[in-house]
């Protein structure tokens, strides 16, 4: 039987320097780290994706799913893992 995955939010903790994917009360149900791969909905569509650093627009880091439009602040996204 397949392992059900976890949904939720995509919250970047600023204290901890890590992203969480959050339950609907903001609860942290697991992190994600550089090289996890995991999945993004994007335009109701699951996208497979990992955290990557890009030079922005004006030549600052910025965090980007990789494969993904989303770039910069990612707070909020559906994702699961």
């Known amino acids: 039987m ?3 995955k976890i949904k939720g939010k995509l919250t970047f903790d600023v ?3 890590k992203f969480w994917v959050t339950g609907s009360e903001g609860e ?3 992190s994600i780290d550089f ?13 497979e994706t990992s955290l990557q650093i890009i030079n ?6 910025v965090f980007q799913l990789k494969g993904t439009s989303y770039y910069g602040i ?3 996204l ?3 893992i």
């Open 56 to 61: 922005g627009d004006n030549g600052d880091l």
């Open 74 to 76: 990612l707070d909020d």
């Open 35 to 47: 090289g996890d791969t995991f999945e993004v909905l994007e335009n109701d569509e699951w996208k």
């Open 15 to 17: 204290i901890q320097g």
């Open 2 to 4: 397949a392992k059900e």
């Open 28 to 30: 942290p149900l697991t």
């Open 78 to 80: 559906e994702v699961r």
